[in-house]
């Protein structure tokens, strides 16, 4: 079996990890990095720490505007996907390099395979739901994280091609989590104690583009009088410089980190604030306190199960949340048992030939 698997974005690439490791023990795999991540710190040292191998091709698309970014990567993954005729297209999540991936096999009658597909937000806006609605609209196979998202498909009118397989951040997670923890110095390297910090992420457009509510969230975390150290996303640095907003005394700025790194520091947290997909289920796998800075989640299980609540952009929620928001009763089983990358493989070579 031959697969041609679309990565472009650090979720992506730990996603990614588990998978190529079960699929090349029997198969084959073309690896198409778009380049939508393209520093060390956003992407190459994702490769490392989690032993990806290295692409077989980078398109070194770089960033810009979502149609001008996806539209730089569609004739890239086309003339790949015509060269090595694989029996699979892969895809992984929401990005804009998930989408041209599914549009480009799609429109080659490549079968396509979404990994994390059914996730829902119900948020239109938010550039990661067209993504991921498209996406798992023009698969062949859909292979859910959990039952919810299974549900979601279902109430499209999706219920061929759809698999529960668990979730692949999870198997990523449990793999390396040990690791982490012996090879990882980010606590000392940067003065933290064990439960003494908070932990920040903010790269959404909505939240660092525009410069009122970033104004406002930075403004929260001051006012939380909390000590939180905050790995900043370039997109959010340069939102920051532009505005000359002030970064609050109580606020520990640090570069991107890696994956074993961010391991770590999540371990660690008192709580997690955040308005990442990704970090939302990593605090969940932690279990650690989540607070998401977004008023939806695609991940609504873990607010359902008590350890993520909802706050939005205004202050005071944030604010008190920070304060005062932590977990009651147990952490349910939402992500499966650490298997889903054999599960995406065995589907795969289960139905490969069967579509056309």
């Known amino acids: 079996m031959r697969v041609l698997t679309i990565v472009g974005a650090r979720p992506q690439f730990i996603k990614a990890a588990p998978v190529s490791k079960v699929l090349r023990t029997k198969h084959e795999e073309f690896l198409l990095h778009t380049g939508q991540h393209y520093d060390d710190e956003m992407s190459d040292l994702f490769f490392r720490q989690l032993h990806i191998p290295a692409p077989d091709m980078n398109l070194g698309v770089g960033s810009g505007r979502h149609g ?4 730089a990567m569609l004739p890239g993954i086309e003339a790949v996907a015509i060269e090595h005729r694989p029996d699979w297209l892969l895809v992984y999540g929401d990005t804009n390099s998930t989408l041209a991936g599914a549009l480009a096999g799609a429109k ?20 990661e739901e067209i993504n991921r609605v498209v996406a798992d609209h023009v698969s062949s196979l859909r292979l859910c994280p959990t ?3 299974v549900e979601n498909l279902v109430r499209e009118g999706i219920r061929d091609g759809v698999e529960n397989v668990g979730d692949v951040m999870f198997d990523a997670f449990e793999q ?3 690791i982490a923890r012996r090879n990882a110095g980010a606590l000392a390297e940067h003065g933290l104690e064990p439960g003494a910090f908070q932990l920040l992420t903010l790269h959404r457009a909505e939240n660092v583009d525009e410069t009122s509510v970033l104004a406002r969230i930075l403004r929260a975390v001051r006012e939380s009088g909390k000590q939180v150290v905050f790995p900043i996303h370039p997109r959010t640095r340069a939102a ?8 609050p005394d109580n606020v520990k700025l640090i570069d991107p980190v890696g994956y074993l790194e961010m391991l770590v520091l999540e371990e660690n ?16 796998f932690a279990g650690r306190p989540c607070i998401t800075v977004r008023p939806v989640t695609e991940w609504v299980e873990t607010v359902e199960a008590g350890w993520n609540v909802l706050v939005g952009t205004e202050p005071e929620a944030i604010t008190q949340a920070m304060r005062d928001f932590r977990p009651s009763g147990g952490r349910p089983t939402l992500s499966g048992d650490g298997r889903a990358a054999e599960r995406v493989v065995a589907a795969l070579a289960t ?4 579509n056309s």
């Open 108 to 127: 080659l009658h490549v079968p396509v395979a979404h990994v994390e597909a059914g996730l829902r937000s119900y948020d239109r806006r938010m550039p």
């Open 68 to 71: 001008v970014q996806t539209g």
């Open 351 to 354: 139905r490969c030939g069967s």
């Open 176 to 178: 390396n989590l040990e």
């Open 269 to 284: 947290a008192e709580a997690i604030v955040t308005d990442s997909g990704g970090v939302q289920k990593e605090a969940y």
């Open 240 to 247: 920051i410089a532009a505005a000359r907003l002030e970064v």
């Open 147 to 149: 039952h919810a998202a």
